[in-house]
């Protein structure tokens, strides 16, 4: 920034207060119309999660994780459960692993109908807000069904998982899933080919995926770049039943700029995502085997862990979600927790990407990004 | 043509007045109805003395330390005086799955509001008694 400019700077403050920005704030350096500097701060939301899960047992542990995102809390505390099995070295049985799966997809379609709605709201299209949350409340339903809690659902645990499938939760997943299927190309058509959107969006936020790997961005913000990066593939866990199902990682190649994604494409990335979780549940559903759905040794085995380090780890909505977790020999809890949530690398981009933009632009920057406040404040 | 088309409109608006007019409304008229709740729900406990053998595994698996067991009460039979603290509950079901011994359950019971913060920390007495019925108690049902 030159002398000159900083002469009719103005600093403004996005957040905490401002509706759009509900426990976060940047503080914008502002000429005229057009933000030249942006600092982003964290630290509103700071639960001290990694300090409280030093206190807990291994089978306590989640329900602090699934607390970091109720959006998607049955991918959020699978990373930890992950590392203890990892550490405890036990396998979960079949059933468990295809149920935890369907379950883990279905969340993540859940957090992404939100992000639509929430994304829209921001940009001013309320129909395009209440409709997908008509939708979410089936898939709500269904976690209540299963679990007996809508958001905080404490599902999986060491060993395998805690609640089964019964004929109601597979008659209430089905039919959320077939709503959605019904709606889906309807919500795409409303969105993808409104032209307020589309100018809107269209040009902003672009950044190629060279960018995108150097600020650590993951999930739907790098595979809109064309880069089929996702955990789900790379790393093929073996408590997950992943390998069960025919499917590609979702990618969005736009031909008017390879390899770099603005945010329209990142909203056609999300779409994608959506119909992939829905072909993955469908495939699995007809596949669930009979059995235990947990381990009592296995689980048993987790009450006390051997001195040892794993690394859990799960494609979020949001992207690469892990905790790093280290055990002394025969400890109840761990000695340390590390987690690494996915909206920090894309809340701290926000540095590089608004300067330049126009201040109205710069809540689509962020929502495009699809960050989440408990995420980067742990 | 154009009078068809007019009349086509004025009949599809009529179709929605009508529907619109004799649907159920989606909403509830809380609290005098409520919706039915899963089987499965995590609302408040209740506590079965007969089966409770005060071995204190509820309270060991319960990760906010809401739950206590006052093993110097002799007024209870068996020593189990369990004490609930719903200011601290996170309804996370791990007490419930910890009892091996069928004495501790949730019930349907998710509203819990109280005009005091004294008045949510639930005696022996009281979490074993469900002073209304989970779903009837509003006494006035309109569905």
């Known amino acids: ?378 | 043509m154009g009078m068809i088309r007019v009349l086509g409109d004025i009949f599809r608006v009529l179709k929605h007045i009508v529907r619109q007019t004799f649907s159920r409304p989606f909403t509830y008229f809380y609290p005098f109805e409520d919706r039915e709740y899963p089987e499965r729900t995590r609302g408040r406990h209740i506590h079965i003395r007969e089966n409770c053998t005060a071995c204190g595994q509820c309270v060991r698996a319960c990760p906010v330390v809401a739950i206590r067991i006052d093993k110097s009460d002799r007024k209870y039979e068996k020593d189990a005086a369990l004490y609930f603290d719903y200011t601290r509950c996170i309804f996370c079901g791990l007490c419930v799955e910890a009892c091996r011994f069928n004495a501790l359950f949730h019930t349907p019971v998710v509203d819990l509001s109280e005009p005091s913060r004294e008045a949510l920390h639930y005696d022996p007495e009281r979490i074993e008694t469900l002073e209304r019925e989970p779903l009837e108690w509003r006494g006035r049902r309109f569905r």
């Open chain 1, 1 to 378: 920034m030159s002398p000159d400019i900083r002469d009719e700077a103005v600093e403004m403050w996005f957040g905490p207060q401002h509706v759009s920005a509900h426990g976060w704030a940047a503080k914008l350096t502002v000429v005229g119309d057009f933000i030249v500097e942006c600092d982003p701060h964290a630290g509103y939301f700071h639960r001290s999660a990694e300090k409280v899960l030093e206190f807990r047992t291994f089978k306590q542990g989640p329900l602090v994780l699934e607390r970091m995102c109720m959006l998607e809390a049955f991918l959020a505390e699978y990373p930890y459960i992950s590392a203890v099995e990892q550490i405890a070295g036990v396998e979960v049985p079949e059933r468990a692993k295809v149920l935890r799966t369907i379950m883990m997809e279905a969340s993540r379609i859940h957090s992404l109908q939100f992000w639509w709605g929430q994304f829209s709201a921001e940009l001013g299209l309320f129909a395009m807000t209440l409709w997908p949350w008509v939708d979410r409340e089936f898939f709500l339903d269904t976690f209540e069904e299963l679990t007996g809690s809508r958001h905080a659902v404490s599902f999986s645990t060491p060993g395998g998982v805690r609640y089964d499938f019964n004929e109601k939760v597979l008659k209430k997943l089905d039919r959320a899933l077939q709503r959605l299927e019904q709606h889906l190309p309807k919500f795409k058509d409303m969105l993808l080919r409104s032209p307020t959107f589309r100018m809107r969006t269209k040009g902003i936020a672009l950044f190629s995926y060279e960018d995108a790997l150097r600020w650590g961005l993951s999930g739907p913000n790098i595979k809109a770049c064309g880069v089929p990066m996702d955990l789900r593939k790379d790393w093929p866990d073996l408590n997950l039943a992943y390998d069960l199902v025919d499917w590609e990682v979702p990618v969005v190649d736009n031909p008017d700029h390879p390899g770099q994604s603005d945010a329209y494409d990142r909203m056609v990335q999300r779409f994608l995502e959506v119909e992939t979780s829905i072909n993955i549940i469908r495939q699995l559903l007809p596949q669930i085997p009979e059995g235990p759905i947990v381990d009592p040794k296995a689980r048993a085995k987790t009450n006390r862990l051997p001195a040892g380090e794993a690394y859990g780890r799960v494609e979020g909505t949001r992207g690469v979600t892990t905790v790093w977790l280290k055990t002394t020999e025969k400890a109840q809890t761990p000695y340390r927790a590390k987690i690494r949530g996915p909206c920090f690398a894309s809340y701290y981009s926000l540095k590089h990407l608004v300067p330049g933009s126009t201040f109205a632009d710069f809540i689509v920057v962020f929502g495009s990004l699809d960050p989440y406040p408990g995420w980067w404040d742990r």
